[in-house]
Structures are given as structure tokens and as C-alpha cells.
């Protein structure tokens, strides 16, 4: 069988017990960032299975239709917007998306996510990707770290990733709001953690604010630009989800007014990021991974 895996940038495919367990099989890797789909079904021909890394390229109806041999699809992420699930039912594609039937959310490894969260909170407060630099240069620390402890840690969407990233807040001293619908707040409310009173006190109130909803159509944009405009000069905002949970274009110019007062993510609105051409990238006020 030939199966191909692609978008798997940092080339960890090779490195799995997944990848051993297909010896005898014709096992193509892709790290690179390709996305129109004509140049992908070049890539992709005569595969018969494929392997998505995260939700990295949109796999459309023309994609599928150029792939007449391919039967099954593993996505790695626990989302599944990315792909045309019709397409692949009317032409005999199965669809797995993290171990489970594929669905708006589904299995997935939390908790590198959670961690990712925490090394980008606690890397913006204490200036750790510039102090390294300056140290580099010759020069000793010139900023002064802002302690987490005390401080007001806003969670929206307390769900798998959410509800870790709360508890690790309340270890670090921190006083946790939550936000999000019913469902969510709930389980929040259940394991001890404050609801925010209002959205706008929401976001005028918190301190650190991580992002931790799925990305649909209800949620695109879910944030807006006058939400950002409530938050403090001195607030974080912190996003591993996914980039357009915020509204387009809203988050850098909130960062040049300056509420919130800095921000830190890991995800981009159009991925991969090359030749440094994301506007975040030159702003003094973000930290970008």
C-alpha cells in the first residue's frame, strides 16, 4: 500500500511506533508546506491512504476528486473542519480523526497544548525570549518578571484544555474566572472555578487570558475587537488554539493601542508563517512561536 504523510515539518513522522508498524509498506513524508491542491494530488498520486498532520492544509472536494485510489484518511489533530467529509463519503474515503469517528472535536494529545500554554504565559511575563537574546549580546537583564502569583487568570472554554491550564493557574497562586457557554461554565463552576458575572467583566477583569475554544463557523471571530479593547494595558493574552477565534486583523491593532498590553501565540491565520511576514512578528508586544 502506498500511504502518504505530509505537512510533517519537523520530520517526527519517522521517530513513531506508528511509522515501524508500517514496514513493508510504501511510506512517502512530506515536511514541506506545500497547499494549492493541484501541486498536492501531484505529490499524492496513487496513495491510497494518507496521514494529516494536524490541521496544517484544507483538504477540499477538488483535492479528493484528483485522488481516485485513496481510501482512508488518519488525521493526527482532533479536528476535522479542515476536510471536505462529504467529498470523502461520496467517494469512499474513510476519515479518522484522532482515534476516533470524525467529528468537530475528538481525540488529541492535550497535554503538549497545556504545557505550550504555560511556557508562553510564563515566557511573556518574565521577558524570557529577550533576556536570552540580550545575554547573547553581552549585555545583564534589564527587566523586571511579572509573578503570576495573585494575579487573575481568565479561561475561555473550560473544556480538555481549559480545565488543565485552570488547575495549573490555582497551583501558581492565581486567582481563575471562567467564561464560555453553559456546558462549560458548569463544569467550571463544579470544580470549584469562578464565572465571570458578564463578558465585558470578563475581559476587563483578567490578568492572563487564554483561549481554549474548538474552531467552527460559531466560533470564528468569537472575539472581537471591543473585547480587546476592555482588557488591561498590563493584561496577556495567550492563544494555542486557533488564530481565527479572533476577528480578523483585531489583535494587532489592540496590540498597537496597547489593550491588551502583549500577547503570545502559536497560532496563525494562514500556517506556515515564512519570511517572517506576519505583522505580529515585528511587534515588540508579542511573543510568536
Not at 67 to 88: E, K, V
Not at 127 to 136: I, S
Not at 238 to 252: D, Q, Y
Amino acid at each position: 500500500m502506498k500511504i502518504g504523510v505530509i505537512h510533517d515539518y519537523a520530520d517526527v513522522f519517522r521517530q513513531t511506533a506508528a511509522f515501524a508498524r508500517l514496514r513493508g509498506h510504501e511510506v512517502e513524508i512530506h515536511t514541506g508546506a506545500e497547499t494549492d491542491p493541484a501541486r498536492l494530488a501531484g505529490y499524492l498520486a496513487g496513495c491510497e491512504a494518507l496521514v494529516l498532520t494536524q490541521q496544517r492544509v484544507r483538504f477540499p472536494r477538488a483535492l479528493v476528486e484528483r485522488l481516485p485510489q485513496l481510501r482512508f484518511i488518519s488525521q493526527t489533530g482532533r479536528n476535522a473542519y479542515h476536510i471536505d467529509l462529504q467529498a470523502c463519503t461520496e467517494h469512499g474515503v474513510a476519515v479518522s480523526v484522532g482515534g476516533t469517528a470524525p467529528r468537530a472535536g475528538g481525540g488529541g494529545n492535550f497535554s503538549a497544548t497545556v504545557e505550550l500554554t504555560w511556557a508562553l504565559i510564563l515566557s511573556a511575563l518574565h521577558h524570557v525570549p529577550y533576556e536570552v537574546q540580550r545575554l547573547k549580546q553581552g549585555h545583564w537583564q534589564s527587566t523586571v518578571g511579572t509573578s503570576v502569583f495573585g494575579k487573575t487568570l481568565g479561561i475561555y472554554a473550560y473544556g480538555h484544555i481549559g480545565r488543565p491550564v485552570a488547575q495549573a493557574g490555582r497551583a501558581f497562586g492565581m486567582k481563575v474566572v471562567c467564561w464560555g457557554r453553559e456546558g462549560s461554565s458548569a463544569a467550571a463552576r463544579a470544580d470549584g472555578f469562578a464565572i465571570a458575572p458578564g463578558r465585558e467583566a470578563f475581559f476587563e477583569s483578567v490578568d492572563v487570558l487564554s483561549l481554549h475554544l474548538a474552531s467552527n463557523a460559531q466560533t470564528r471571530g468569537i472575539v472581537t475587537a471591543a473585547d480587546l479593547a476592555r482588557m488591561k494595558t498590563t493584561a496577556l493574552l495567550v492563544n494555542t488554539s486557533r488564530a481565527p477565534l479572533i476577528a480578523e486583523g483585531a489583535l494587532v491593532a489592540a496590540l498597537e493601542n496597547g489593550r491588551p498590553g502583549f500577547a503570545a501565540v502559536d497560532v496563525f491565520e494562514n500556517e506556515p508563517v515564512l519570511g517572517a511576514s506576519h505583522p505580529l512578528l515585528t511587534m515588540k508586544n508579542a511573543l510568536c512561536t
